[in-house]
C-alpha cells in the first residue's frame, strides 16, 4: 500500500485567541474588553452553558469595580503576554507551519472608538510577529475574536450601532497596513454564527439594554453589521495587501436524523441551515432566500444603509475556515431523549458516540462528513483553524503529562481529515489545533479544561508558577508535523 501523507504545501499549526490567552488586560495601554468583563461560574454545572455565559448590565458593572483575575480569569489567561517568546519557540519546535492567533482589538483602540491607535499595543503585535516570521511560522490572524472594547457595548450597544462598522473599518485599515509585510492570511469575525449563542462575546450584545425591541430583531440587526463589516474588510485587505487571503470563520455544527423518520430528518436540515446561513451570506455575498423567508416570517425587519447589499456582493471572502469539536442529533420532538450539551448548543445526544466530561460528543468521521458538506457547498479551499479536546490533565511526579486521550483523539481526526482530502477531493489549507497552549476555555472560563500540547502552571483561580510542561502529546505532534502525516501509519 501508498504511503499516506498530506499535501506537500499542507500548513499544520495550532491556535489561540488573545482574549484567552493573552493577559496583561491592563497593560501597554489596553483598554477592557468584553471578555475582561465575563467571569466564572465555577458553582454552575460545567455542561450548562446558557448559566454559564448569561450577563447583565449589572454584571458588567459589577466587573468594572473591581481589578481581580480570580474571578475574571481572562485578564490573566495563560500570560502569552510576558512569555510569547518562549510559547513561540515551543511552537516552532513542533513544527509549526502556521499560529492561528488574534488582535485584541481594545489593545490597539482601547475604547474602540479612538480616532488613533496605541502604539504600544501596535509593537506588541510585531514583535509577536516577527518571533514567529523568525522561525518560518507563518500567522493567521483573527481581526476580531470575543473582544470587543467594552466602551463599545456601554456607549454605543455592541454592534448593534451601525457606528461600529466604521470604528472597524478603521481598526483594519490600521492593523492592514502596520502588518502588511507580516500578514498574509486573514480571518474577520471568529465564529460569526456564535452571535445567535453567545451573543455578549461576539457582539457586545446585553439582553437588559433593548427592553423595547424584539431580542431576535437586535441580534440579525448586529449581525447585518457584521457582515458588512468582513465585506469591508476584505476590500480594505485586498488593496492595502494584494497577496493576502480573506477568510470567513463558522463554527461548524454538524447535525445527524436522530432517525429517519422524515420529521426527524427535516429537523437536521433546518438545524444545519440555522447554522449555514452566516456563512452562506458571506461566501456568497447575499442573504439566502430562506434566510430572508425568516425575516419574513419572525417580523425581523434589517435596516441597511445605501450600498450595503453592494459591498456585501463585491467581496465575498477568499476561503472558509471552520470549527470543528463534535456532532450532534436532531429531533422533531425532543420528549423521552437523552439531550447533551456541548459547544455551547444542546441537541440530542448521539448513543453511538462517546463523550467527553464536559458533553461533547467525540465523531471524528463526522469532521470527514462536514469538510465534504463546505466543500461541495462552497467551492471555496477550506482551513480547520480549531478542534481539539478538553480535558483535565494531571502532571505526574516526575514532572511527565500523559495525554495519551488528546493523542488517539487527533490520530482519529487526523485520519479522517486526510480520508476527506485524498478520497474525498476536499482542497484543505490546514489544520490548527485548538488551545495548542492551555488556555482559559471560552464555554465555562476555566483553566482546568485544558487543550493544549503545552502545560500552562495555573489553575481556575489564576494561582500558579506559569510555567510551560510539554505533554507526551507535544512530541507526538511533532512526529505527525515533520512526517506530513506520514506517522499516523507507522504501524
Not at 14 to 35: C, D, L, P, Y
Not at 274 to 292: H, I, K, M, R, W
Not at 430 to 438: A, L, R
Request: net charge negative; glycine share 6%.
Amino acid at each position: 500500500m501508498a504511503t499516506r501523507r498530506f499535501p506537500k504545501e499542507f500548513l499544520w499549526g495550532g491556535a489561540t485567541a488573545a482574549n484567552q490567552v493573552e493577559g496583561g488586560f491592563k497593560e501597554g495601554g489596553k483598554g477592557i474588553s468584553v471578555s475582561d468583563c465575563a467571569r466564572h461560574h465555577l458553582d454552575i454545572d460545567v455542561q450548562d452553558y446558557k448559566k454559564q455565559n448569561e450577563i447583565t448590565s449589572k454584571d458588567i458593572e459589577e466587573a468594572l469595580k473591581t481589578n481581580d483575575e480570580s474571578l475574571y480569569p481572562k485578564r490573566h489567561g495563560s500570560d502569552f503576554y510576558h512569555h510569547y517568546k518562549e510559547d513561540i519557540k515551543m511552537f516552532a519546535e513542533m513544527g509549526f507551519k502556521v499560529y492561528r492567533m488574534s488582535i485584541a482589538w481594545s489593545r490597539i483602540f482601547p475604547n474602540g472608538d479612538d480616532k488613533e491607535p496605541n502604539e504600544e499595543g501596535l509593537e506588541f503585535y510585531d514583535n509577536v510577529f516577527d518571533e514567529c516570521l523568525k522561525y518560518g511560522i507563518e500567522p493567521l490572524v483573527t481581526m476580531s475574536h470575543y473582544e470587543p472594547p467594552i466602551n463599545l457595548t456601554l456607549n454605543y450597544d455592541g454592534w448593534y450601532s451601525r457606528e461600529l462598522v466604521g470604528f472597524f473599518e478603521l481598526y483594519v485599515k490600521t492593523i492592514c497596513t502596520r502588518y502588511k509585510n507580516k500578514v498574509k492570511y486573514w480571518l474577520t469575525f471568529n465564529e460569526v454564527d456564535s452571535m445567535i449563542r453567545h451573543p455578549y462575546t461576539t457582539g457586545g450584545l446585553v439582553e437588559d439594554r433593548f427592553p423595547n425591541i424584539k431580542w431576535e430583531q437586535v441580534i440579525f440587526q448586529a449581525m447585518h453589521h457584521q457582515f458588512v463589516a468582513s465585506a469591508l474588510a476584505t476590500k480594505i485587505c485586498h488593496e492595502i495587501i494584494p497577496e493576502s487571503s480573506v477568510g470567513c470563520m463558522l463554527t461548524k455544527l454538524t447535525y445527524y436524523p436522530h432517525t429517519c423518520k422524515p420529521k426527524d430528518v427535516l429537523q437536521s436540515q433546518q438545524d444545519m441551515r440555522a447554522t449555514y446561513c452566516y456563512s452562506d451570506t458571506q461566501v456568497f455575498g447575499e442573504y439566502p432566500s430562506y434566510l430572508l423567508s425568516k425575516f419574513k416570517n419572525n417580523g425581523i425587519v434589517i435596516k441597511k444603509e445605501y450600498g450595503d447589499d453592494t459591498i456585501m456582493k463585491e467581496y465575498p471572502v477568499d476561503f472558509v475556515s471552520f470549527s470543528y469539536y463534535m456532532s450532534s442529533c436532531s429531533a422533531a420532538s425532543l420528549e423521552g431523549l437523552d439531550v447533551t450539551d456541548g459547544n455551547t448548543i444542546t441537541a440530542v445526544k448521539n448513543p453511538y458516540l462517546p463523550s467527553s466530561e464536559w458533553g461533547w460528543q467525540i465523531d471524528p468521521t463526522g469532521l470527514r462528513i462536514s469538510m465534504v458538506d463546505l466543500c461541495d457547498r462552497y467551492r471555496k479551499p477550506l482551513f480547520i483553524v480549531e478542534n481539539g479536546l478538553g480535558a483535565k490533565d494531571e502532571v505526574a511526579e516526575d514532572g511527565t503529562i500523559d495525554d495519551q486521550y488528546r493523542i488517539d483523539y487527533f490520530d482519529v481526526h487526523f485520519k479522517a481529515m486526510l480520508d476527506a482530502i485524498e478520497y474525498d477531493g476536499v482542497e484543505c489549507l490546514g489544520y490548527t489545533s485548538w488551545g495548542c497552549i492551555d488556555l482559559i476555555s471560552e464555554s465555562t472560563k476555566q483553566m482546568s479544561k485544558r487543550y493544549g500540547f503545552i502545560y500552562v502552571d495555573c489553575d481556575d483561580y489564576g494561582k500558579g508558577t506559569y510555567k510551560r510542561i510539554p505533554k507526551k502529546s507535544f512530541y507526538w505532534y511533532k512526529k505527525v508535523i515533520e512526517s506530513n502525516g506520514e506517522y499516523l501509519f507507522k504501524n
